[in-house]
């Protein structure tokens, strides 16, 4: 009875304490499905080809503090995504490859908060980003910025393991950081993703646009 009680006791304590490894400030941590911030359960390290990939970021400060007194109403988050590539010779260093990089405008609710939810690959019906004004990428030409490009960027990747590194700044300084392994034999499988997830957020846009209020009132031409 007692060895059961020391191993329950000793199990909890495991879990708390990757409870609080997992929110340790400038940390990013990964998972298939979408994290609850509170309390990040499923945290993964390791993603197969065509896999949905999510992540969110810890900060020491909120976003506010981390950005400084110009962030009054908005500040810009940087996210970038690196290849860690090894070296040719064992006397050199690994070298990080940038993949692909957005800017994420933060406002409202989210600048006070100490932590950013980041839909890297995201499912296209269960996504943060492109669903509230308080974070909003940017629209280049036909495709949104963020995880469409994220995504379409994957979709490049030739069949090899790859060591992916991402980096959030914040005034230029990095404020976060994780990292994760993808495997597999064909990454092209991204791209259809990548265009699913670019049609879901314009139909969210489409959603929350309202048409205006006429301006007067004209009975014959009504």
């Given at each position: ?11 909890i304590l ?201 301006v007067r ?5 009504e």
């Open positions: 009875m007692k060895r059961n009680i020391l191993f329950i006791s000793l199990v495991f879990s708390v304490s990757m409870h609080a490894v997992a929110q340790k400030g400038g940390e990013i941590v990964f998972s298939k499905s979408l994290i609850n911030p509170s309390s990040p359960n499923g945290l993964i390290t390791e993603f197969q080809a065509g896999d949905n990939i999510y992540s969110v970021a810890y900060f020491d400060k909120t976003i506010k503090q981390l950005a400084g007194p110009r962030a009054k109403k908005s500040t810009i988050m940087e996210i970038f995504i690196y290849e860690l590539k090894q070296p040719l010779y064992d006397y050199q260093q690994p070298s990080e490859k940038q993949l692909e990089t957005s800017s994420l405008t933060v406002s409202g609710a989210a600048l006070e908060k100490n932590y950013l939810s980041l839909d890297i690959i995201p499912e296209p019906n269960n996504m943060t980003a492109y669903v509230t004004s308080d974070l909003v990428y940017k629209k280049f030409g036909p495709k949104y910025d963020g995880p469409v490009k994220f995504a379409e960027r994957f979709a490049k990747l030739d069949p090899v393991d790859h060591e992916i590194i991402v980096k959030v700044k914040s005034n230029y300084s990095v404020v976060a950081e994780g990292k994760f392994i993808i495997k597999g034999d064909d990454f092209t499988v991204y791209q259809n993703i990548s265009t699913a997830i670019n049609e879901a957020a314009s139909n969210i846009k489409t959603q929350k646009t309202v048409m205006p209020e006429s009132s004209d009975k014959k031409l």
